[in-house]
T-cell receptor
């Protein structure tokens, strides 16, 4: 069975803080991983892909731990504009539907 | 078009009415997904197409929900005899192969009154 689990939060952090989210997945037959960001009343948008070697984009760092079957997203120096819901997505080799979304983690950055 | 397009953006339906929601995926994208998102919740998977083949419809909540993609491009999600619990945003996403990132449309906000 393919499952993707996230802590729903909310994570309430002050501006400038560092915050990290984890996402666990249950099926080892997985190929690709992504983090999406969804603002209130908007559609999810791709934030970054997650590579085996890790991936950094400015204040955002994504990492993959295949042995423990989780991916993480680290946000440094949080900005008010980072407030959103962060969804992790796992692409599975097997099964009928390749893309499986987590339920999302809500982040609120407070001034 | 450059992105995934959904129509209508907003739909108000009276309980018992049938509705049809349209999704135009990115040109050339083989895979197409439909999701239902209630307010404050994450997207819930409904169904998945690879070209015109509906490979997975396990997420459709009842037999009132039906989706098709007859020519492997545009898809329609139909809901018959709408009920209040069907009120949600219906999101469509397309992916080049199904194994790469998916791109979402802006969604159709359905309100059943």
């Amino acid at each position: 069975r393919k499952e993707v689990e996230q802590d729903p939060g909310p994570f309430n952090v002050p501006e400038g803080a560092t915050v990290a989210f984890n996402c666990t997945y249950s099926n080892s037959a997985s190929q690709s991983f992504f983090w999406y960001r969804q603002d209130c009343r908007k559609e999810p948008k791709l934030l970054m892909s997650v590579y085996s070697s890790g991936n950094e984009d400015g204040r955002f760092t994504a990492q993959l731990n295949r042995a423990s079957q989780y991916i993480s997203l680290l946000i440094r120096d949080s900005k008010l504009s980072d407030s959103a819901t962060y969804l992790c997505v796992v692409v599975f080799f097997s099964g009928n539907t390749p893309l499986v979304f987590g339920k999302g983690t809500r982040l609120s950055v407070i001034a | 078009g450059a992105g995934v397009s959904q129509s209508p953006r907003y739909k108000v339906a009276k309980r018992g009415q049938d509705v049809a929601l349209r999704c135009d995926p990115i040109s050339g994208h083989v895979s197409l997904f439909w999701y239902q998102q209630a307010l404050g919740q994450g997207p819930e998977f409904l169904t998945y197409f690879q070209n015109e083949a509906q490979l997975d419809k396990s997420g459709l909540p009842s037999d009132r929900f039906f989706a098709e993609r007859p020519e492997g491009s545009v898809s329609t999600l139909k809901i018959q005899r709408t009920q209040q619990e069907d009120s949600a945003v219906y999101l469509c996403a397309s992916s080049l192969t199904g194994l790469t990132e998916a791109f979402f449309g802006q969604g159709t906000r359905l309100t059943v009154v």
